[in-house]
Nanobody, 128 residues
Framework: VQLVESGGGLVQAGGSLRLSCAVSVFSASGWTFDDYAIGWFRQAPGKEREEVACISLSDDSTYYADSVKGRFTISRDNAKNTVYLQMNNLKPEDTAVYYC?????????????????WGQGTQVTVSS
């Protein structure tokens, strides 16, 4: 299992960024991009890790934290085995390292409860 995030950077408040999570899961049936959930998390210095969004690749159910509802959108591109997090109207409090993770092989609907595989993270900094 491999997850690779990209798309972080520095943006002014009110701006937008799109994060990408390239997903590689090889199961007994081969490469798969279904039957599991992908979550986006963030962690700011001195704060606990927070799950901000989740998408279930089996039924397309989604979850958003209250702090990002209406501003962030999670989506998938099956052709690219990639999950995106579109972040609009960014605020300084959105500054954090953002991680994607998968609950493979459990395959829960969102929000999932057990994520065993994580990407390396990408920094998002929002200036005021």
């Amino acid at each position: 299992v491999q997850l690779v995030e990209s798309g972080g950077g520095l943006v002014q408040a009110g701006g937008s960024l799109r994060l990408s999570c390239a997903v590689s899961v090889f199961s007994a049936s081969g490469w798969t991009f279904d039957d599991y959930a992908i979550g986006w998390f963030r962690q700011a210095p001195g704060k606990e890790r927070e799950e901000v969004a989740c998408i279930s690749l089996s039924d397309d159910s989604t979850y958003y934290a209250d702090s990002v509802k209406g501003r962030f959108t999670i989506s998938r591109d099956n052709a690219k085995n990639t999950v995106y997090l579109q972040m609009n109207n960014l605020k300084p409090e959105d500054t954090a390292v953002y991680y994607c993770a998968t609950d493979w092989p459990y395959g829960s609907t969102c929000p999932a409860t057990q994520y065993d595989y994580w990407g390396q993270g990408t920094q998002v900094t929002v200036s005021s």
